[in-house]
């Protein structure tokens, strides 16, 4: 993966900072990069209790120690600690414990941290709620039909009665393999240009993200930076590696694309947004999508549940923040009226930027 490959010269020092990462009272965590891997705190059986104070103060330091957004996102967590500890009682049975510290996690405001326990997972989604949807998939069954194509998670085929591509990829997750985007691009061969959807797609994998985007790439390219903690201060942080991405040595695509978005296109898909948005003949359409920019982290409590949590930025070719999502190039809403008539006003709207950028190109 492109990431861990532009990491190599810096190997050694990476394997010290994940040797250092700690569990609760200095049990080592089973820590491997996240972008396609998860996490597995370790605890020995003799470090398990249910003591509500002993789990509240372990979270509260794996998150101190650990979590990368402090800074950025502007929150106090030793105030945090001081209305928390205040709180939290021995009388808490399992489930009371378990949304009291769910509820501590919220105030981070991250889709990426969660608890996790054998009953249930705590979760934060109001950086979605509160945005319009923008994609609704009765309508978009109208644009796909029946006789859509499929390869892995891709839906794919020419819109009727023009000649733009469309494909549709819900989840990054989902399989995408090499052979199946030559036959995709195969496919599109004789449109003047294609859209992307990625909308609703709440992300996965950073290397599907990489292996489609490195079809569009006419060279490599600085995709971003990547940094990660080197200590317990909340602003103990490495230096910047560079993500390189190369284009692909099979079939690309260089003429017009538009890449649909909304606001549940969140981590692997924020990902993959960030670096189209960098290619000449690409355009951003639809909504600010969810961010989600921090790799997460797994650890574990001495009750044995498991906190996820963002613990390695990554910052975008200018060396920003995208925790918080990116600004679409053209922003459109889903038009009531449109919708009203079984239309998706991102797609016309799409349809229509690709052909008035082929008319421009015709001599």
């Not at 996240?34 to 398990?48: K, P």
């Not at 924020?270 to 650890?299: E, Q, W």
Request: hydrophobic share 35%.
């Amino acid at each position: 993966m492109h990431i861990i490959e532009s990491m190599k010269a810096n190997r050694n020092r990476l394997n010290v900072f994940l040797r250092k990462m700690k569990a609760w009272r200095g049990q080592a965590a089973c820590l491997l990069l996240a972008a396609g891997v998860s996490f597995a705190g370790c605890r020995e059986e003799s470090l398990y209790t249910t003591d509500a104070h002993t789990n509240f103060e372990a979270l509260w330091k794996i998150m101190d120690e650990h979590y990368c957004f402090f800074e950025y996102k502007g929150v106090d967590w030793d105030e945090i600690y001081r209305t928390y500890s205040r709180q939290v009682s021995d009388t808490m049975n399992q489930y009371e414990l378990f949304d009291f510290l769910g509820q501590m996690l919220a105030e981070l405001k991250d889709g990426h941290t969660n608890l996790v326990s054998s009953f249930n997972m705590a979760r934060y989604w109001a950086w979605y709620e509160n945005y319009p949807a923008n994609f609704n998939h009765d309508i978009q069954k109208k644009y796909l039909g029946t006789n859509y194509n499929i390869t892995g998670g891709l839906k794919y085929l020419r819109l009727p009665n023009t000649d733009v591509g469309y494909m549709y990829y819900a989840s990054f997750s989902a399989l995408i393999t090499e052979r199946g985007l030559d036959e995709v691009f195969k496919y599109f061969s004789n449109c003047k240009g294609l859209i992307v959807d990625v909308r609703d797609n709440g992300g996965g994998s950073l290397s599907y993200s990489d292996r489609i985007a490195s079809r569009f790439l006419e060279e490599k390219i600085i995709a971003g930076y990547i940094i990660h903690k080197t200590g317990p201060g909340h602003n103990d942080f490495s230096e910047l590696y560079p993500i390189e991405l190369k284009p692909s040595d099979r079939s690309r695509w260089l003429r017009p694309v538009v890449v649909l978005t909304n606001r549940h296109s969140y981590s692997a898909t924020n990902d993959f947004v960030n670096k189209m948005r960098i290619l000449p003949h690409v355009a951003i359409l639809g909504d600010r999508t969810g961010g989600g920019s921090g790799l997460p982290f797994n650890s574990e409590l001495p009750n044995g549940w498991i906190v996820r949590f963002s613990a390695s930025p990554i910052l975008d070719v200018n060396r920003q923040h995208t925790e918080n999502g990116i600004d679409p190039d053209i922003k459109v809403n889903m038009n009531p009226q449109d919708m009203a008539r079984g239309k998706d006003t991102l797609i016309e709207e799409a349809v229509q930027w690709i052909l008035s950028q082929t008319r421009e190109q015709t001599p």
